[in-house]
């Protein structure tokens, strides 16, 4: 079984070669070959279920002992983790197929979109912070390429902001990792828990690397290069950005390093409230004035990933299940949010809401899913948004926090007010004469909305198993800090 | 002690050059000299008394490497910028909204 760690990095990177090798024969070849990729990761993420929850521990090593080597285990928060990327990456795989027609070199897209996906199970498998350093920095850097990737002078201002702040990000968490070794002398997450006990200068590289961290994932104050490179990207790689990547290079680490690095309930539980309760208002309220359709979404973004660090930052059980909840739940409407809103610039050829109107009728398909997200994201029962943001807002109150969780309820509201105007906007109201033409979007672009519509209905359906099953072992994982 | 100092001034030349600078070249100048500063940084703290923590050369090589491939993937940015507005200039670019 411990053979299957090194393969969900490897055939990634593997195709990825492939492919770059194979770039000049058909874009079909491509296709098939980063599909077929991904849909492998997939089926061995879920291979490694059943292991897992039972109690088995896998874990696999390469080289030298300790951070030298590469060390990668897995347990039920890698799980979860593992499990959204796979999914988050099927499904971008799938959507680019004929989403990426537009563009020219499908086959470098995918060299980058393969390396990314590489990176990112990387940083989840990897057993120690230098393996997952390395992870976020292969991941990133293909991701800043990504979002250059149309070439236009928006692509190019957007990623040379994304790739300035990215970096410095990075570096702060060089500095914490460099810092972090030379106090505790281990880095392996297993140790550091003992390692940092009453430890002098560790809480300088916790602020470094929560800086970083912090960056990654684009929280307020440190949000500036995520709308840039979040809605000028190609549709796929903004789904892929927004619902996968900034969850694992900023949250994961966070959840991995709080209960080592950070004691809950000092300072840096206020530090970590704060910027919570900033992302999720500034976030949402940002999001209100947005006419673009993808720039709304990516401030929503912003609030949601407010939501997470919240249930992160409260650190009771419940809280972490919330958070962890709220994280698979964005990871999935985000997703279906951003395809749709690629099927709509694709299909209309703008993506400004006040230009738009009334595509329900000449794209059911896309017009359905989305108001399916909407109702996720905005919290109706019984979809999945309403019981995770529901269980961080009783996480806060029963945590004694009540403060914070009427700001989580302010932004709830406030995120019913902004996608109410997007849909208003896109899919209903009167129909412009220039849009008349309008068709649907090509099966390969919807099919992955539907499937994810449908993760929407039935994670919020079957909420009570999801939890028992998967997302209480993970919180576990997390209190152990292991 | 003196290492420390000049890993700050490394660092926060570098931090002057990406938040004050107008010219794209010099912002990645900085990014680079921020990269530096943070290597000598790690290498420092590792410092045993005896020799330099192997662990913690490992970490300074790593930021090396990460930041010579992004600092050459903005240079390709940079140059593909300049392609497109004739200028270096940030404040020539059409600003994307906050």
């Known amino acids: ?482 | 002690m003196q290492m420390y100092l000049v890993s700050a001034i490394l660092v926060a030349a570098g931090l002057y050059g990406v938040l004050l600078k107008r010219n794209l070249f010099k912002v990645l100048i900085g990014v680079a000299l921020m990269a530096l500063g943070v290597a000598s940084f790690v290498v420092t703290s590792g410092n045993t008394g005896s020799g330099v923590d192997v662990v913690s050369q490992t970490v300074a090589l790593v930021a090396v490497v990460g930041g010579a491939s992004v600092v050459t993937l903005m240079l390709v940015t940079a140059v593909r910028l300049h392609e497109k507005y004739g200028t270096l200039d940030i404040r020539e670019m059409r600003r994307l909204k906050g």
Not at chain 1, 13 to 24: E, G, K, N, Q
Not at chain 1, 211 to 223: D, E, Q, R, S
Not at chain 1, 260 to 287: C, H, N
Not at chain 1, 297 to 326: E, K, N, R, W
């Open chain 1, 1 to 482: 079984m411990s053979a299957v760690l090194p393969a969900l990095v490897g055939v990634p990177l593997i195709a990825a070669l492939v492919v770059a090798l194979a770039s000049r024969s058909s874009d079909r070849v491509s296709d098939v070959i980063c599909n077929a990729a991904t849909l492998i990761v997939l089926v061995l993420s879920i291979a490694l279920v059943g292991p897992v929850l039972g109690g088995v521990s896998i874990s696999w090593a390469l080289g030298m002992a300790g951070p030298l080597g590469i060390s990668f285990s897995v347990d039920a928060l890698s799980l979860v983790m593992l499990l959204v990327v796979s999914v988050g990456s099927v499904a971008a795989s799938v959507f680019s197929i004929s989403y990426m027609d537009d563009y020219t070199s499908k086959a470098r897209y995918y060299v980058l979109f393969l390396l990314m996906v590489a990176g990112m199970n990387m940083v989840v498998l990897g057993g120690d912070i230098l393996n997952m350093y390395v992870g976020i920095e292969i991941a990133a850097i293909a991701c800043y390429a990504l979002v250059a990737y149309g070439l236009g002078k928006e692509y190019l201002e957007a990623s040379f902001r994304y790739q300035v702040l990215g970096t410095v990000g990075t570096l702060c968490l060089v500095a914490g990792i460099g810092l972090l070794y030379s106090r505790a002398g281990t880095l392996s997450f297993s140790e550091l828990g003992a390692a940092v006990a009453g430890v002098e200068g560790v809480s300088l590289a916790g602020v470094l690397l929560l800086c970083g961290l912090a960056l990654k994932a684009a929280y307020v104050p440190f949000h500036a290069w995520l709308p840039d490179a979040h809605s000028t990207a190609p549709s796929p790689v903004s789904a892929m950005l927004s619902g996968v990547f900034i969850k694992v290079v900023g949250v994961y680490g966070l959840m991995r390093l709080l209960f080592v690095v950070f004691t809950p309930g000092s300072i840096y539980t206020t530090i970590l409230l704060v910027i919570a309760s900033l992302s999720i208002i500034a976030g949402a309220l940002l999001a209100l004035v947005q006419t673009d359709m993808k720039r709304l979404l990516a401030y929503c973004t912003i609030s949601q990933m407010g939501y997470i660090l919240l249930g992160v930052a409260i650190g009771s059980p419940l809280a972490l299940v919330g958070a962890l909840f709220h994280l698979v739940n964005h990871a999935v409407f985000k997703e279906l949010f951003f395809f749709g809103a690629g099927s709509v610039e694709r299909q209309a050829g703008t993506r400004d809401i006040s230009a738009l109107g009334g595509l329900n009728s000449k794209m059911p398909v896309t017009g359905v899913t989305s108001a399916i997200g909407f109702f996720s994201v905005s919290g109706c029962p019984p979809f999945n948004g309403f019981w995770s943001k529901l269980i961080i807002i009783v996480a806060a109150v029963q945590a004694g926090q009540v403060g914070y969780g009427v700001v989580a309820a302010i932004g709830a509201i406030i995120t019913v007010s902004y996608f109410l105007k997007y849909e208003k906007g896109v899919f209903f109201g009167a129909l412009p004469e220039t849009l008349k033409s309008v068709k649907e979007s090509p099966a390969t672009m919807y099919v992955p909305m539907v499937v994810l519509a449908a993760a929407c209905l039935a994670l919020g359906l079957a909420f009570p198993w999801f939890i028992d099953t998967l997302l209480e072992p993970a919180a576990q994982a997390i209190m152990l800090g292991a």
